[in-house]
């Protein structure tokens, strides 16, 4: 009997000892997202067993960035799971696990290609996507049916619709109103910006994927120079100063007719206290010349596994759940934050809480990439030297061809100083 009882207990232990063996990793995530990220450590502790402590990120998410590159100069497994803005990919690469074997082909080929593709890096799958952003038009679809119009797809189209609204209705009393709200400041924004201009004039993207600077050409002097026409015409001259949230303020005010900016503003825009609720309509950007993508900037988030995880598996089996199709609905209806999954964008429950997404797909697929993958650590000091150039030509301050010609020699030092 007492022989029969200990091997119970054996048996017991032993059932026990398999099943109670649970990992626990540390995962990043941006302060915004903590109760999500908080909501999927317990889904997916109940699938696996599994525990991920969630550490919060600096409120401002670029006060991350010389966090980890301590922790990964260190070769610290203190954090396993990282969240990645698109343009640190190509900065911290080095020092992120190879996702291509840890990930399940099946489960990559779900999200968008432009998307995953920004991870892939020297051959390596960097990261995993988390959710999706591009740059978007949002437009006075009220306006736009009071004048006959339709959503332009050209940027020429564009300026004169707005040019003519924009007249029409100071004619009739509203002194304010202006055709086009955007961001030129000197900042990340207007790289972004610019850079759609530009790609969909047929101008490249700055840098292209193999390294050679692209910025030089026809094209993209002929977008930039289009842009600057816009100042004081159909913008206001303050655009030069416009960032994300001054250009909004401007079309929730009621006093833009077309504006450019990300996919957030459809939330912000049917808040009470906008002037703009429920006459907001969503198109993809228009494009410069025929035959050219609308080419809104890509600007998705990502989480990635270090390098130096003690526990990889469980990390990169982590980084799946969290960007998978069931939690990527789950932030969609949470927060209304745009999918990386196209076959979201047909869900009822998702379209029910995001409606433009239906008619938006293929701003999402043509979307254009910043050179931060090839230029790695040196990006940045890239965008910089882009931005700056960009807002002296759209200021005034020199001829562009020239200005660009300038602008391409100095890239051609600083892409190397990766």
Known sequence: MLKKSLAALAFSAALWSGTAHAETISVFCAPTEFELCTNVANAWKEKTGNEAKINKMPALLDDAIPIYQQLIASKSSDIDVLFLDVIWLGMFK??????????????????????????????????????????LMF????????????????????????????????????????????????YEGLTCDAIELIASNGGGTI??????????????????????GWIGSISPEGTLNYDEEASRAVFESGNAVFHRNWPYVWGTSHKE?????????????????????????????????????????V??????FITGPD????????????????????????LAKIPFLKDNQQAFADSAVRPSGYTGTSYNRVSQ?????????????????????SLAGRLEKLKESR
């Open 385 to 405: 030297a882009f931005y700056r150039a960009v807002h002296d030509m759209l200021s005034g301050g020199g001829e562009i061809k020239s200005g660009l010609t």
């Open 327 to 350: 939690m990527q609905k789950k932030r969609a209806l949470q927060d209304a934050v745009n999918p990386s999954i196209p076959a979201l964008y047909s869900d009822a429950d998702v």
């Open 94 to 135: 080095n020092g992120l696990l190879d996702l291509k074997t840890a990930i399940p082909q099946a489960d990559q080929d779900k999200h968008f290609a432009s998307t995953l593709n920004a991870a892939k890096l020297d051959g390596n799958l960097v990261a995993m996507p988390a959710y999706m952003d591009v740059g």
């Open 139 to 186: 437009y006075r679809k009220d306006l736009l049916e009071k004048y006959g119009k339709q959503p332009p797809k050209t940027w020429d189209e564009l300026a004169a619709t707005a040019k003519e609204i924009q007249d029409k209705e100071r004619a009739d009393g509203k002194g304010d109103i202006w055709g086009y709200a955007w961001q030129a400041k000197s």
């Open 273 to 313: 206290g906008s002037a703009v609720v429920d006459k907001v309509g969503v198109m993809p950007l228009p494009v410069g010349a025929e035959g050219q993508k609308s080419s809104g900037c890509l600007g998705p988030m990502y989480y990635g596994v270090s390098k130096y995880s003690a526990k990889p598996e």
């Open 207 to 228: 840098i292209s994927d193999d390294g050679k600077v692209t910025i030089d050409n026809p094209k993209a002097a002929e977008a930039i120079e289009k842009a600057k």
């Open 315 to 320: 990390a990169a089996d982590f980084v799946n």
